[in-house]
């Protein structure tokens, strides 16, 4: 019923199957685009996407609680570029918002590991000082890039518009290749690693170094050849900063026999 109400229907039979929908209280508040971009189980989010924009325009401009805009939301899901494109026609400065917590879409985009395949060719080629933007626990976007994935093609991005980021400490004063160590993206922490030597060297409040990091982190590799590639590259950082090993007490979690001891 609701897509034939989205193609032929009035705009209240429309707005009234949406909201039976898309339940909760962004529904209650009007957020529809907000709960539509959200909703992990609608299909076709961007035909219903074009007629709420079509019919309630003034859905653009609304902020959840949060005070995340539509393209916060729209960025952090699977929606696609055509309705991403679409709110930033509609809003050029959607880009430039920021939430309550100071987060860009960038943010919200890249803490979701980019599902729309935007972050590249749409927001970063509209607004590539967004690099330099922190939100309120000192994330910039290199730091949710590290912590949850991306293309290395991405990041090298990142590195080339934002040097700087590369050594900028978040709230826990770690630096982007203790995010990709922390996760365990063997592929970023080398390439981190090898374009800032500082950052494998340097401490987090905790007093930990990346390589402990990326220790802590071990075990889930699915293949030895995984494992092996996992103790190469914590043997890359210990290479680099020695005296990491002498902070280690306990054995790396390998499923193999190897392990690395203090």
Wanted: hydrophobic share 40%.
């Amino acid at each position: 019923p609701l897509h034939c109400a989205s193609r032929e229907g009035g705009d209240e039979v429309f707005q009234l199957l949406l909201t039976m929908v898309l339940r909760g209280k962004e529904v209650e508040q009007g957020l529809f685009l907000h709960a539509l971009f959200r909703d992990h189980d609608l299909q076709d989010k961007n035909v219903f996407a074009k007629r709420i924009l079509d019919d309630f325009p003034a859905c653009i401009l609304r902020r959840d609680s949060r005070g995340a805009a539509p393209l916060h939301a729209a960025v952090a899901s699977d929606v696609g570029r055509e309705t991403i494109e679409r709110l930033i026609e509609l809003d050029r400065e959607a880009v430039r918002r920021r939430d309550s917590s100071n987060a860009l879409p960038i943010h919200y985009a890249l803490r979701q590991g980019d599902p729309s395949n935007v972050v590249q060719d749409v927001l970063l080629s509209l607004y590539p000082a967004s690099t330099r933007v922190a939100d309120a626990n000192g994330f910039l976007p290199i730091h949710c890039a590290a912590h949850n994935g991306c293309s290395l093609e991405l990041m090298r991005q990142l590195v080339e518009l934002f040097p700087e980021g590369l050594s900028t400490e978040d709230g826990r004063g770690e630096h982007p290749l203790h995010k990709a160590c922390r996760s365990g993206h063997l592929e970023l922490v080398e390439f981190l690693a090898n374009s800032s030597k500082s950052s494998v060297r340097k401490v987090n409040v905790d007093g930990m170094h990346p390589a402990l990091l990326l220790c802590q982190s071990s075990g889930k590799q699915d293949t030895s050849l995984d494992e092996m590639n996992e103790i190469g590259t914590i043997w890359q950082l210990l290479r680099i900063n020695p005296e990491a090993i002498l902070k280690h007490t306990q054995p790396c979690k390998f499923k193999s026999t190897m392990h690395l001891n203090k």
